[in-house]
């Protein structure tokens, strides 16, 4: 039991590096989400168990730094991954595997619709987060940090991920423009091992943007539509 206490302290080190100790908490939490990248890149469907371990282990790490909205934001990644989980392995098993799914575009007025949509939410969570420790102090017992950067990534994560669901291109500006404010905000928290892998997540979303991109102009029959999928 001590063991594993230990294990999901962010004060147990793993090994220090160039002078920054890095807990087993964010080296193995880094490990596995970056490991849900690579494994989703490659259409795998082992993306997912992997990733609701990365999730979990990353959701604790967040709330142990006062990242409040970044750790309730994992357990919304947990609930998509389930049902993503559930979604992937129905379409093995109706041996649809092999297709790959329609891509497309949202209007101009729909694009202009979420901005406000985003905007409005995150100025309210920001608001809530700098205040959550004096409404909540038995459960948020530290003042949020940068309420503002942190509520703002957190709502356009929540888009993005609904936007990816629903096959938009759109999904990947909104994690592209995350991603740069992630590796910003995660260095500042003195956590450079997940400043690194946002990096990563980064290369992986331009990556993303310009295949999905591409993919758009393939015929509409090479492709399963969001009906059949």
């Not at 962010?10 to 494994?39: D, H, K, M, P, Q």
């Not at 790490?61 to 990242?67: A, G, H, P, R, V």
Request: with cysteine; aromatic share 14%; glycine share 4%.
């Amino acid at each position: 039991m001590e063991l594993l206490q230990a294990f999901f302290s962010v004060e147990t080190t793993a090994f220090t590096l160039l002078g920054y100790e890095i807990s087993w908490l964010e080296l193995v939490g880094t490990i596995f989400n970056l490991a849900c990248v690579i494994l989703i890149a490659r259409r795998n469907i082992w993306t997912w168990p992997v990733g609701i371990v990365g999730v979990i282990l990353f959701g604790i790490l967040f709330y142990q730094i006062n990242l409040y909205a970044d750790a309730l934001e994992q357990i919304y990644y947990l609930i998509t991954s389930i049902i993503g989980w559930y979604m992937w392995a129905s379409l093995k098993n109706r041996g649809k595997d092999d297709k790959k799914v329609a891509i497309t575009t949202n209007t101009l007025r729909a694009n202009l619709i979420w901005i406000g949509v985003i905007a409005a939410i995150s100025a309210l969570t920001a608001y809530a987060l700098a205040r959550v420790h004096t409404w909540l102090p038995a459960i948020f017992p530290e003042p949020a940090d940068l309420p503002a950067l942190d509520a703002a990534t957190t709502i356009m994560s929540f888009a993005a991920q609904f936007l990816m669901m629903r096959r938009r291109l759109e999904s990947w500006v909104l994690w592209i423009v995350v991603d740069i404010i992630a590796i910003g905000l995660y260095w500042y928290k003195d956590v450079p091992f997940v400043a690194l892998l946002y990096l990563i997540f980064l290369i992986n979303a331009v990556y993303g943007f310009v295949a999905w991109h591409k993919a758009m102009q393939q015929p509409e029959d090479e492709a399963l539509t969001e009906e059949q999928a």
